[in-house]
């Protein structure tokens, strides 16, 4: 008997590029980001088609059970003494977890529970991170290359933007020639 094998998508581990035949990209835009920098003089500044992240996504099926896989590639860079970040989000529905793997590049994961409470954890290559559910989380380029990291999501979970319209409580900027988080009293 012949059991036919499929080919199913493929992940270049160095890079997060995905090989398939069905692929969703979605790029975010510096003009997209509008409040999420503190420094908006500067934002102002930068040509709102700068792009700042792109996600690239398998297609998946919707629904209880599903899975989404994507990888975010954040570009190295700076919105005055900020560096380039991802707007961050809670999942909609705030029980559900994700998973991050760091593939290139060198970065923090932001992540921030429904307190307020805030912490980081670092990034690189080979770096796992189990952000659990009820957790805001956001990804930050503090090196020189395109960070890039592949996620796992319930397809269910969703995002909420919107809590977090008053920003996280902590901001990573280049200062004095290092990287430092400082914390924010009102977003
Ligand atoms: C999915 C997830 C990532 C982000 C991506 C872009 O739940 O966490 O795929 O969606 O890193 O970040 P946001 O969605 O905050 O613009
Ligand atoms: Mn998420």
């Known amino acids: 008997m012949n059991i036919p094998v499929s080919l199913p998508p493929g992940v270049a581990f160095l890079n997060g590029h995905f090989t398939a035949e069905d692929m969703i990209t979605k790029i975010t835009h510096c003009g997209d980001l509008a409040g999420v920098f503190h420094d908006q003089i ?5 040509p709102s088609e700068t792009t700042i992240y792109q996600v690239e996504m398998l297609k998946s099926p919707q629904g209880e059970g599903e899975l ?19 707007r961050g989000h809670f999942h909609q529905r705030r029980e559900q977890g994700e998973v991050y793997f760091g593939l290139r590049g060198s ?3 932001l992540l921030q529970n429904e307190q307020g409470e805030a912490r980081l954890e670092q990034v690189s290559p080979g770096s796992v991170h189990i952000i659990p559910g009820f957790t805001a989380h956001r990804l930050i380029n503090t090196g020189t290359e395109v960070l890039s990291a592949l996620a796992v999501w319930p397809s269910i979970a969703g995002h909420d933007y919107a809590a977090l319209a008053q ?21």
């Open 42 to 46: 500067t934002w102002q500044s930068i």
């Open 68 to 86: 989404f896989v994507g990888t975010t590639h954040l570009n190295p860079g700076r919105v005055g003494d900020e560096f380039y970040m991802t």
């Open 107 to 109: 970065g923090l994961l």
């Open 167 to 187: 920003g996280f409580s902590l901001r990573v900027v280049l200062q004095d020639g290092k990287i430092q988080a400082k914390e924010v009293q009102n977003g």
